[in-house]
């Protein structure tokens, strides 16, 4: 579950016609004159284009759609999402076009979209229009409590240790949390200041209990055999604080001072519906 996702221009078509020109009409000898040859090009390409539609979706079930998209709206992601957080405030009612949604990069492999649409009107948490274009929370978004935020801070860990980025780096840790059997509410990578992956996690549970189980399973657990470095994330910033000399390392505070300016926060951006001429 992951970073901001940006959306592409337009939703890539599920069914691509492919019809090869044909010149000039076949003589009367038994073969399909010109016009039947192209109208049966048309279905062939139509139905192939079916198969590996049908053959796509079954790779993917409607759990799997949800996931991401309650993930997208939840109350962790929701308010860090520059994007999704302002074209949700730009509706009256909060509709986001399920389109956009759909143009998402870790979106692209559920299609066809309609079945993209009918996996969300299986959500709990979402609502999908009768017309099946738009989609928003069923319970609009409330700015959390200061007990709220200490809660998620204390449920929490770091680890560290995952290598090199990959192209599914994102996927591959989140199934590697999901295996211990744990409600996860969100993993989010850490980088650097030029977006370079640490090879670390703040991983947040659902419960404080579950982060607790976490934290005490041994042996500890390895990622591909890598040793890992497992914290709960208020003795993580303990450390960091002990090492940083409680205000020693100047440079490290103008980091992180000018880390937490470009840091979106949409409740301290103000609430206001703003509409998009």
Do not use: C
Not at 57 to 77: G, L, M, P
Not at 161 to 173: A, N, R, V
């Amino acid at each position: 579950m992951s970073e901001v996702e940006k959306p592409v221009e337009s939703v890539e078509k599920v069914e691509e016609k492919v019809e090869e020109p044909v010149e000039k009409q076949v003589e009367s000898t038994g073969e399909p004159k010109a016009e039947e040859s192209k109208e049966e090009s048309k279905e062939e390409s139509k139905e192939e284009s079916k198969e590996e539609s049908k053959e796509e979706e079954q790779k993917f079930t409607a759990e799997d759609v949800i996931r991401q998209v309650e993930f997208y709206f939840s109350d962790t992601n929701l308010p860090k999402d520059k994007f999704l957080w302002r074209t949700v405030q730009s509706n009256e009612q909060g509709w986001v076009s399920i389109n956009t949604i759909a143009s998402f990069n870790r979106m692209k492999k559920f299609r066809p979209i309609s079945f993209v649409t009918e996996s969300l009107r299986k959500s709990e948490l979402l609502e999908v229009s009768e017309n099946g274009e738009l989609l928003k929370r069923k319970q609009p978004i409330l700015e959390p409590k200061e007990t709220d935020k200490q809660l998620r801070f204390q449920k929490s860990v770091y680890v560290k240790g995952f290598g090199e980025e990959t192209e599914s780096i994102q996927e591959d840790i989140e199934k590697w949390f999901s295996e211990f059997g744990y409600k996860i509410n969100e993993v989010r990578l850490r980088r650097d200041d030029n977006k370079k992956f640490k090879s670390s996690v703040f991983v947040e549970f659902d419960t404080l209990e579950d982060s607790q189980k976490f934290l005490e399973i041994s042996p500890k657990p390895k990622y591909n055999e890598n040793e890992l470095l497992i914290l709960s994330k208020p003795a993580y910033v303990e450390m960091k604080a002990q090492n940083s000399n409680f205000g020693g390392d100047k440079n490290h505070h103008k980091r992180s001072n000018n880390f937490k300016k470009r840091k979106f926060n949409g409740f301290k951006q103000g609430n206001k519906r703003q509409r998009k001429d």
